[in-house]
């Protein structure tokens, strides 16, 4: 499924799982393609911030309670992480996929909460072939992350390389 | 410690546990500190990676040896939340936190592999007081991560809000 524009209430779920990108030369500025959603639990948020971003406000419902956000929320890494499995499943060809090599303006608008389901959302918004290794494309991706009740908990632009079709007669 | 600038294989690593930073106040502009070092063995990398970001270079050593990289990679995002574990333990006040609205220029210059040992840095490039909210200062803080060769494998410039000190006489 490619859609135009549409606001993230209207996401068609249909088809997610085949977009036909295969190769860079698949990825076509301007097409954004949904990315399915993911759930998180109490559990789940507290078992990766006891690993990777213990502050009280990610692993202790208490102190969270009493904290800046009411309660607790999940590290801005984990959210990070549960998107990129979203965007390696709906998206990013297994077969062309060379790796990144950044991102940029990386925004947590909204906190993400137990119970949290994500809608994950990539546009496509620049395609160009690399000049130094004719065998890849660079590609720019609007990455967006919305919670059930629509308000927008992540917003990034990547830059992925991506293999070109081969030449067949080569 | 805080220290000007240096090359990474001069960071001293003594007392790296306190920095007496508490509050907002505390940053200054300018001094870098050392977040210490952690290691990430072949079957974290694959762990993490199947649950996050299960791509061929991440998850599977054979067909990693043959792809883009020469062998298996850790993920991005597993690189970032080892890093971010760092700067919990050495950067952040739990006192003071109050969470990050994002970052810029995030970049993974080298991957980092099986067995690599990461050392990482921070640097106070500004802080400044919220004019809404009086409570709090906006610091932003560039990231570096360096391997074992002292080659970097992560950076980035993050924001975080940060309580002021409290006035003794409120």
Chains 1, 2 share one sequence.
């Not at 993230?8 to 088809?15: L, Q």
């Not at 072939?129 to 629509?150: C, F, H, M, W, Y």
Request: with cysteine.
């Amino acid at each position: 499924m490619i859609w135009a524009e549409q606001p993230p209430g209207d996401w068609d779920t249909s088809g997610v799982t085949d977009h036909a990108l295969r190769y860079f030369d698949d990825y076509l500025p301007g097409a954004s393609y949904d990315c399915g959603s993911v759930s998180v639990s109490e559990a789940e948020i507290i078992s990766f911030a006891i690993q990777f971003d213990p502050q009280p406000f990610h692993v202790d419902p208490e102190a969270a309670a009493r904290g800046p956000f009411g309660g607790l929320i999940a590290s801005g890494w984990h959210t990070a992480a549960l998107v990129m499995r979203q965007i390696v499943d709906h998206y990013l060809s297994a077969e062309a996929s060379l790796g990144s090599p950044g991102l940029d303006e990386m925004r947590w608008p909204e906190p993400v909460r137990p119970g949290d389901t994500l809608r994950v959302r990539v546009t496509a918004v620049e395609a160009r072939r690399s000049l130094s290794k004719p065998d890849r494309g660079i590609l720019r991706t609007l990455i967006e992350a919305v919670n059930q009740d629509g308000r927008t908990v992540m917003r990034a632009t990547a830059t992925n390389f991506l293999r070109v079709r081969p030449d067949p007669d080569s």
